[in-house]
């Protein structure tokens, strides 16, 4: 029950349901909209529905845009040689913020779960085989989330790609630099043997 105005209890409500905010949480994050300014708090609101309104996803990559190719996309001086895959937008984000990789991205909006009741039918994988069939690449990055869906998807996709004259390749996993072997788990220590180098 609350004791909260019907205004301030619905706000509490809706902000309640963005993933990983508690009740205590949406109920600071609703008075602190209260003290703001009016501009502030509607920039918010404006910010909200200009992003329902405005971003679809890429025709291409199925990224996030504001217009028929994203950003990275659109951008002719990428390697267009070299494909990334990707789960979501926000694991392409953080490939991006290394900018260490310089090709273009295949986002596929989820993993196969079949727990979770998500199929390969359900992600963009068939739009993926289609693009890799027409185009010139030379290496696909497997960049899924090293879990056991993000590891499944991978391999679901290699045997899909097989038939194509392209490397397939995974994000190199292990020990990151600075670390100490104590510390380190047993499949982070599996991947780092799986993976070695020569020096």
Known sequence: MSNHAGAVSELVEQLGRLPGIGRKSAERLAFHLLRVSEHEALGLADAIRRVRKDVRYCSACFNLSESELCTICADPSRDRTRLCIVEQPRDLMSLEQSS??????????????????????????????????????????????????????????????????????????????????????????????TGRQKL
């Open 100 to 193: 260490v990789f310089r090709g273009v991205y295949h986002v596929l909006l989820g993993r196969i779960a079949p727990l979770d009741g998500i199929g390969p039918d359900q992600l963009t994988i068939d739009p993926l085989v289609e693009r890799v069939r027409k185009g010139k690449f030379v290496e696909v990055i497997m960049a899924t989330n090293p879990t056991v869906e993000g590891d499944g998807t991978s391999l679901y996709i290699s045997n899909l790609l097989s038939e194509y004259p392209v490397e397939i390749t995974r994000l190199a996993r292990g020990i990151t630099a600075g670390s100490v072997l104590e510390y380190a788990n047993r499949e982070m220590i599996a991947d780092a043997l």
